[in-house]
């Protein structure tokens, strides 16, 4: 079963990026580039990797520990990317809401809702292995790397190049707050999916 959710993860990610790099039979790596703008896109890639790790060592007979690591990596950072939809973005988009993140396209309901929630049950239903608190910290590393990318992206980087605050993080100049907030929340994330694993 833990094989079978993993491969669906993965081959679900690489579907979806092949479908952002094409666009009416044309290659499109344009459109690609945008979409790996967003920490959604950033976060699924990350997982799929490993997912498709974690099943060839799985087949292969042994998981190693900087697969399982990546894996809880990858999971940790699409957990965030679920939480982010449903307690932040939902909320400031309002009525609506559902179709925008969810419904609108099948990419919006695989990476938003599917995939993380895939991805917390197979790490903590059958990879489970027990964790330290160090070991837990690396899950932090995703949302901290992103956040620099952002802040940089959106504050500091050349008008021309300058990123559109497609999160609304920097919204009345409030980086700093939810750059704490998002930090915390990921810090949370990392503490329950600890104990899930030390259950």
């Given at each position: 079963?833990?094989?079978?959710?993993?491969?669906?993860?993965?081959?679900?990610?690489?579907?979806?990026?092949?479908?952002?790099?094409?666009?009416?039979?044309?290659?499109?790596?344009?459109?690609?580039?945008?979409?790996?703008?967003?920490?959604?896109?950033?976060?699924?890639?990350?997982?799929?990797?490993?997912?498709?790790?974690?099943?060839?060592?799985?087949?292969?007979?042994?998981?190693?520990?900087?697969?399982?690591?990546?894996?809880?990596?990858?999971?940790?950072a699409?957990?965030?990317?679920?939480?982010?939809v449903?307690?932040?973005?939902?909320?400031?988009?309002?009525?609506?809401?559902?179709?925008?993140?969810?419904?609108?396209?099948?990419?919006?309901l695989?990476?938003?809702?599917?995939?993380?929630?895939?991805?917390?049950?197979?790490?903590?239903?059958?990879?489970?292995?027990?964790?330290?608190f160090?070991?837990?910290?690396?899950?932090?590393?995703?949302?901290?790397?992103?956040?620099?990318?952002?802040?940089?992206?959106?504050?500091?980087?050349?008008?021309?190049?300058?990123?559109?605050?497609?999160?609304?993080?920097?919204?009345?100049g409030?980086?700093?707050?939810?750059?704490?907030?998002?930090?915390?929340?990921?810090?949370?994330?990392?503490?329950?999916?600890?104990?899930?694993?030390?259950?």
């Open positions: 079963m833990d094989i079978v959710m993993n491969l669906f993860i993965f081959l679900v990610t690489a579907a979806i990026l092949t479908g952002f790099s094409r666009k009416d039979g044309r290659r499109t790596p344009e459109r690609l580039k945008t979409a790996l703008r967003f920490f959604t896109c950033q976060s699924n890639v990350l997982c799929a990797a490993g997912c498709l790790l974690t099943a060839v060592f799985t087949v292969a007979g042994e998981v190693p520990e900087w697969v399982w690591l990546l894996k809880y990596t990858g999971t940790a699409v957990t965030v990317t679920l939480l982010t449903f307690l932040f973005l939902a909320p400031s988009i309002g009525e609506g809401w559902e179709k925008k993140l969810l419904t609108g396209t099948a990419h919006d695989a990476m938003h809702l599917i995939t993380p929630v895939l991805a917390i049950v197979s790490f903590s239903a059958f990879e489970r292995r027990g964790m330290t160090t070991q837990s910290l690396t899950g932090l590393l995703p949302v901290f790397l992103y956040g620099l990318l952002y802040i940089r992206k959106n504050i500091y980087a050349p008008a021309e190049k300058r990123w559109e605050d497609f999160y609304g993080f920097n919204k009345g409030k980086m700093a707050v939810s750059s704490i907030v998002m930090l915390a929340g990921t810090f949370l994330v990392c503490m329950a999916l600890m104990a899930l694993q030390n259950a």
